[in-house]
Nanobody
Framework: QVQLVESGGGLVQAGDSQRLSCAAS????????MGWFRQAPGKEREFVAA????????LYADSVKGRFTVSRNNAKNTAFLQMNSLKPEDTAVYHC???????????????????WGQGTQVTVSS
């Protein structure tokens, strides 16, 4: 059974940093591209960042570019999202997702992802 489990969320103040982890089990993470998505209350789910199976390629939403960094450790079957200079508008439930390695053009498309974690709440106070 495939499981993705996020951790590292919580309450922080604006300007703080936070690191999310996504631990995978039941699959070999090196065969999958990894994405991070978030959903704020009353809003649609949005793409945040993605990293290719090898870690060689990354993509970021404009809203987080320069502040967030996505990475992975395939040996530990884990992906990460380092979030710096957090803003109140970053408040959301953050989900990691895995898709079989595929075309880079689809990496920000949620429906292309096969497995999803339950999410971790990130709350940024002003």
């Amino acid at each position: 059974q495939v499981q993705l489990v996020e951790s590292g969320g919580g309450l922080v103040q604006a300007g703080d940093s936070q690191r999310l982890s996504c631990a995978a089990s039941g699959l070999t993470l090196s065969n999958y591209d990894m994405g991070w998505f978030r959903q704020a209350p009353g809003k649609e789910r949005e793409f945040v960042a993605a990293i290719s199976w090898s870690g060689a390629s990354t993509l970021y939403a404009d809203s987080v570019k320069g502040r967030f960094t996505v990475s992975r450790n395939n040996a530990k079957n884990t992906a990460f999202l380092q979030m710096n200079s957090l803003k109140p508008e970053d408040t959301a439930v953050y989900h990691c997702a895995a898709r079989p390695m595929g075309p880079p053009r689809d990496v920000a498309v949620a429906v292309r992802y096969k497995y999803w974690g339950q999410g971790t709440q990130v709350t940024v106070s002003s």
